[in-house]
């Protein structure tokens, strides 16, 4: 199995600054998308970028100009650079990834998910 744990979440006040860290971990083959997304209080976990294997990023349009996904293929692990946060981007914010793993029934692409990192804008 594959774990994600996330790092660099915290307080910032309204146009600061974060980066998001999260580095998988486990028995898999390989790693497919990686990426974040975030839940506020009352809403729905909604996608805030991804990244593929090659580098291709998509985010979602709230934080276009602002957040940057990276990705460390070598290391498994992901970042999210946020700058000019708002106080709409307080959340939690949750890593995850599509990963081949071997089970004990065979071989499958599964998603993983952190245990998430608040981040809380605050002046």
């Known amino acids: 199995q594959v774990q994600l744990v996330e790092s660099g979440g915290g307080l910032v006040q309204p146009g600061g600054s974060l980066r998001l860290s999260c580095a998988a971990s486990?028995?898999?083959?390989?790693?497919?998308?990686m990426g974040w997304y975030r839940q506020a209080p009352g809403n729905q976990r909604e996608l805030v970028a991804t990244i593929s294997t090659g580098g291709s990023t998509k985010y979602a349009d709230s934080v276009k100009g602002r957040f940057t996904i990276s990705r460390d293929n070598a290391k498994n692990t992901v970042f999210l650079q946020m700058n000019s946060l708002k106080p709409e981007d307080t959340a939690v914010y949750f890593c995850y990834c599509n990963a081949v793993v071997r089970l004990p029934s065979g071989v499958f692409i599964r998603d993983y998910w952190g245990q998430g990192t608040q981040v809380i804008l605050s002046s």
């Open positions: 486990g028995s898999m083959f390989s790693i497919n998308a």
